[in-house]
């Protein structure tokens, strides 16, 4: 079974990998893969075969997340048991009861947060100003509490590879390629993407959101990257700052369905940029063709 994403995640890219493969690298031409905003990670899944013997660095500003990655990694087993126990007894008093609850165990807090994902409205991560995670419980029939081969097929594909895992900024990108002295790295930044507008609804990873500066601080990073001849490959919104910061780049349009939203009429086909810093695929246009589309919701 080929390991696909365990969480369900806002703005996950697994609907995009077939029209972003033909702009992918050479599995040859790098040495290492960097992911600073892994979230899902379904573009990590997808290349993990082509992985091995590559030195792999996985990051996210959601330490729950990466707890859970870690915790997969180490052993899913005794996860396993607990997420067991709370598919049996899922029920409305419990969603609450443990979204209220703060454990400590690594295991107790990779089981909270997978249960939550897969029973709260959308999936979608967001806490209060506290760090307290806030979205109410979803209306799902049966919701996909457990599956044991994912977990399974994601622990293989963790420890089969060199797989480095950390909760932070980052421009700790940088710094990790220095630090292991990688001659040239395939680096994709998937960051919260920019608002379309001041409606656009907009998820943060943490309660620190996700500000213009820091899409700036990015920006500046994936240029130095470039410039270093590492191979860098952006996703963010069809937006004039997008096209601004990464002049220079090649920027393809790529159409995409998001369902989230807090506006009906933001849902539904919209544009978004793959932006590339190396050749690769069709150069395609910084623009997509004359039809109207939806802003993406970032």
Not at 79 to 105: K, M, N, T
Not at 201 to 215: H, I, K, L, N, R
Request: glycine share 10%; aromatic share 12%; charged share 25%.
């Amino acid at each position: 079974m080929r390991a696909t994403p365990i969480v369900k995640w806002a703005g996950g890219k697994g609907q995009l990998l077939p029209r972003y493969a033909r702009y992918l690298p050479d599995p040859g031409s790098y040495d290492a893969y960097l992911e600073p905003f892994v979230g899902g990670g379904a573009l990590f899944f997808y290349l993990a075969p082509s992985l091995r013997g590559k030195f792999v660095w996985l990051n996210d500003n959601n330490t729950e997340l990466i707890n859970l990655y870690r915790v997969i990694a180490a052993d899913p087993e005794p996860l396993i048991e607990r997420l067991r126990e709370y598919r049996d007894g899922h029920s409305r008093e419990q969603y609450y009861r443990v979204r209220a609850a703060e454990p400590q165990d690594p295991v107790e807090r990779a089981a909270r947060l997978l249960y939550l994902n897969k029973t709260c409205y959308n999936g979608l991560y967001r806490v209060n100003s506290r760090g307290q995670f806030n979205v109410p419980m979803g209306r799902y029939g049966k919701p996909a509490i457990l599956d044991e081969p994912a977990l399974r097929s994601a622990h293989r594909v963790f420890r089969d590879l060199d797989v480095a895992f950390s909760a932070g900024d980052f421009e700790e990108a940088a710094q990790t390629v220095q630090r292991r002295g990688i001659r040239r790295a395939f680096v994709y930044f998937d960051p919260p993407y920019q608002p379309i507008s001041e409606t656009a609804y907009f998820t943060a990873y943490t309660s620190d959101g996700f500000s213009e500066d820091d899409q700036l601080r990015l920006a500046a990073l994936a240029r130095r990257l470039k410039d270093g001849g590492h191979l860098v490959m952006v996703s963010n919104s069809y937006h004039a700052l997008i096209r601004e910061l990464y002049e220079g780049f090649t920027l393809i349009p790529v159409q995409a369905n998001r369902a989230i939203n807090s506006r009906a009429d933001g849902r539904g086909a919209i544009y978004e940029y793959l932006i590339l810093g190396y050749p690769g695929g069709s150069q395609g246009p910084a623009r997509p063709p004359g039809r109207r589309c939806v802003s993406p919701p970032g």
